[in-house]
């Protein structure tokens, strides 16, 4: 029903900064929330960022004050500003979208975030 596809990653330098980007497409959907996740090699996938509707956010204490999320309801997109970019921060970066009323998530292919010393 909804499709999420992912833009913007890439490598880049410690203390650089990176923007992602999701779009989510389909048929008759109105998303609840929208997010970020990770996952690095080895390690759980762990939540990043979301963000509701009215604009609500959520930060894991390892990127607050550096990444910033956003969206645009009208586009049925989701942004994330990574910035001061560590070597901690390399991961596939997921894109995720909860729908109202919806029995799951949907989970966009990842995007790979390196981010050098």
């Known amino acids: 029903q909804v499709q999420l596809v992912e833009s913007g990653g890439g490598l880049v330098q410690a203390g650089g900064s990176l923007g992602l980007s999701c779009a989510a497409s389909?048929?008759?959907?109105?998303?609840?929330?929208m997010g970020w996740y990770r996952q690095a090699p080895g390690k759980q996938r762990e939540l990043v960022a979301t963000i509701t509707r009215s604009g609500s956010t959520n930060y894991a204490d390892s990127v607050k004050g550096r990444f910033t999320i956003s969206r645009d309801n009208a586009k049925n997109t989701v942004y994330l500003q990574m910035n001061s970019l560590k070597p901690e921060d390399t991961a596939v970066y997921y894109c995720?979208?909860?729908?109202?009323?919806?029995?799951?998530?949907?989970w966009g292919q990842g995007t790979q975030v390196t981010v050098s010393s």
């Open positions: 389909g048929s008759r959907f109105t998303i609840s929330a």
């Open positions: 995720n979208a909860r729908l109202l009323f919806a029995q799951f998530d949907y």
